[in-house]
């Protein structure tokens, strides 16, 4: 249930920041994944999606996820919560969201999702990375800028993963070895591209079907990096249906053989699981670097 700290706080500002009269009438568990809690705050004056966690278990988790999505609702491409407010409170730290009804999806769906995505990518950075550092699930994903997307794929995503996962008895050094071999061949598998903004763990669990029946995505882990890179998340785990695919192609068309190389750009969330849940995805990352 919610701890008394953050409820106080939450009555606190509602009276605030709605009316001396909102009156909280209950907190519903909603989905919020594996990491943190998270409820529907039913009140007087309206519903509103709350998840919290320690403070001291995830240092700043929320403050990155609220500048993360509202860089992304700054585009205006594609609909994100509202950030309402995030603090820290006792011994617990929380998001406060606008609440977002689910509803049946438009026979158009998919087509809008991929033409929506595909102007999110076409905002751009001088640099790849960001300007501060945020989180991936648990684990913290740093961010610092690079020129180069091989330089900053290899130094700021793969081998911080790699080298986690070999220190926690997870890869061994012929993986390492691997992915050294991967590393020389990057600038001949991936096209060059400009940073992109990212949604940066695009996979199903992070998206819904707002109320008017059109996307609406959440969760993320945003930074400027290769825009291949989200295709390859939405491809993990089943993959979206082809006519989001088609229309992200007609908007924003990639180089030639980009479907061969969703699997190199599905690397670095693949090392993320086997940081996050161990040695059954293993096998999904050395079928990849195995070639090399």
Same mark, same amino acid.
């Given at each position: 249930?919610?701890?008394d =700290?953050?409820?106080?706080?939450? =009555?606190?500002w509602?009276?605030?920041?709605?009316?001396?009269?909102?009156?909280?009438?209950?907190?519903?568990?909603?989905?919020?994944?594996? %990491?943190n809690?998270?409820?529907?705050?039913?009140? !007087?004056?309206?519903?509103?999606?709350?998840?919290?966690? !320690?403070a001291?278990?995830?240092?700043?988790?929320? $403050?990155?996820?609220?500048?993360?999505?509202?860089?992304?609702?700054?585009?205006?491409?594609?609909?994100?919560?509202?950030?309402?407010?995030?603090?820290?409170?006792?011994?617990?730290?929380?998001?406060?969201?606008?609440?977002?009804?689910s509803?049946?999806?438009?026979?158009?769906?998919?087509?809008?999702?991929?033409?929506?995505?595909? &102007?999110?990518?076409? @905002?751009?950075?001088?640099?790849?990375?960001?300007?501060? +550092?945020?989180?991936?699930?648990?684990?913290?994903?740093?961010?610092?800028?690079?020129?180069?997307?091989?330089?900053?794929?290899?130094?700021?995503?793969?081998?911080?993963?790699?080298?986690?996962?070999?220190? +926690?008895?997870?890869?061994? /050094?012929?993986? &390492?070895?691997?992915?050294? @071999?991967?590393?020389?061949?990057?600038? =001949?598998?991936?096209?060059? $591209?400009?940073? &992109?903004?990212?949604?940066?763990? /695009?996979?199903?669990?992070?998206?819904?079907?707002?109320?008017?029946?059109?996307?609406? %995505?959440?969760?993320?882990?945003?930074?400027?990096?290769?825009?291949?890179?989200d295709?390859?998340?939405?491809?993990?785990?089943?993959?979206?249906?082809?006519?989001?695919?088609?229309?992200?192609?007609?908007?924003?068309?990639? $180089?030639?053989?980009? =479907? &061969?190389?969703? $699997?190199?750009?599905?690397?670095?969330?693949?090392?993320?699981?086997?940081?996050?849940?161990?040695?059954?995805?293993?096998?999904?990352?050395?079928?990849?670097?195995?070639?090399?």
């Amino acid at each position: 249930m919610i701890p008394d =700290e953050i409820c106080q706080y939450l =009555e606190n500002w509602l009276h605030i920041e709605t009316s001396p009269f909102t009156e909280i009438i209950s907190f519903v568990p909603a989905g919020g994944g594996s %990491i943190n809690q998270a409820f529907r705050l039913e009140t !007087s004056s309206g519903n509103y999606f709350i998840k919290y966690n !320690s403070a001291d278990r995830y240092p700043g988790m929320f $403050e990155c996820e609220a500048k993360g999505l509202n860089l992304l609702r700054k585009s205006g491409c594609i609909q994100i919560p509202v950030v309402l407010h995030q603090a820290v409170t006792g011994k617990f730290d929380f998001l406060m969201l606008s609440y977002i009804d689910s509803s049946q999806p438009e026979n158009n769906f998919w087509q809008v999702f991929g033409q929506q995505l595909a &102007a999110l990518h076409q @905002n751009s950075s001088p640099v790849f990375g960001l300007e501060y +550092d945020n989180y991936i699930g648990s684990l913290k994903q740093v961010n610092h800028p690079h020129a180069s997307w091989y330089e900053f794929l290899i130094s700021e995503r793969l081998e911080p993963q790699v080298k986690q996962a070999i220190d +926690d008895g997870l890869l061994n /050094l012929t993986d &390492a070895r691997r992915f050294d @071999n991967f590393y020389k061949k990057l600038p =001949e598998i991936l096209p060059q $591209e400009p940073p &992109a903004l990212l949604h940066g763990d /695009l996979w199903s669990g992070n998206f819904m079907v707002g109320g008017d029946g059109l996307p609406c %995505i959440f969760d993320p882990a945003v930074y400027y990096g290769h825009r291949e890179t989200d295709i390859g998340m939405t491809r993990l785990f089943g993959g979206f249906p082809k006519q989001f695919y088609d229309a992200y192609q007609d908007a924003l068309p990639m $180089e030639k053989g980009w =479907e &061969a190389r969703v $699997e190199y750009n599905q690397l670095y969330p693949l090392l993320v699981h086997v940081n996050l849940f161990g040695r059954s995805y293993t096998s999904q990352v050395r079928q990849i670097t195995g070639r090399f």
